[in-house]
């Protein structure tokens, strides 16, 4: 009896489990975009699927009717490892810094660059569907830096 509901119980554990597998790296959800309102301005992202496996992103702070975008971000998969790579307005000369995935557990993203200054990591929490906590800090060299995002989807 225990071989029979074995060979029952594995193949559709199997299954589950890659499911669960090809659910990795989809970053649908953040597709949209995100504000964090901070009195009369605030700052959000904007992200979209520029192509399959591929979502970008362009940051954004906002006072009364005036924008201004200072970052853009790509978020794809390079050599089978996910990359956040992020070009900063006056940052870096302007060049593009990449920092890899390194976990992604429970709607938790965590992306780390520990060679890079400031910040080493970059964390992005799904709380609900429109509602994501991200953060900066810099990793376990540098603790007590870091910054947290509360944005709000807005469409």
């Given at each position: ?30 597709e ?29 702070s906002f ?57 080493k ?35």
């Amino acid at each position: 009896m225990n071989k029979v509901l074995f060979i029952l119980v594995l193949p559709f554990q199997l299954f589950l489990s890659s499911c669960q597998q090809e659910k990795k790296g989809d970053f649908s959800w953040l597709e949209g975009t995100w504000v964090m309102k901070d009195g009369p301005g605030g700052m959000g992202e904007t992200w979209i699927q520029s192509d399959p496996g591929v979502w970008e992103a362009r940051s954004f702070s906002f006072r009364s009717t005036d924008t201004s975008y200072y970052e853009t971000v790509r978020l794809a998969k390079l050599q089978g490892r996910w990359n956040y790579t992020v070009t900063s307005v006056g940052q870096n000369q302007n060049k593009p810094v990449a920092f890899t995935l390194t976990s992604e557990d429970h709607q938790i993203y965590i992306f780390e660059n520990p060679a890079h200054d400031f910040p080493k990591r970059i964390i992005y929490r799904l709380i609900k569907p429109d509602s994501i906590h991200a953060s900066i800090d810099g990793g376990k060299q540098l603790t007590g830096q870091e910054q947290h995002f509360y944005y709000n989807r807005i469409k």
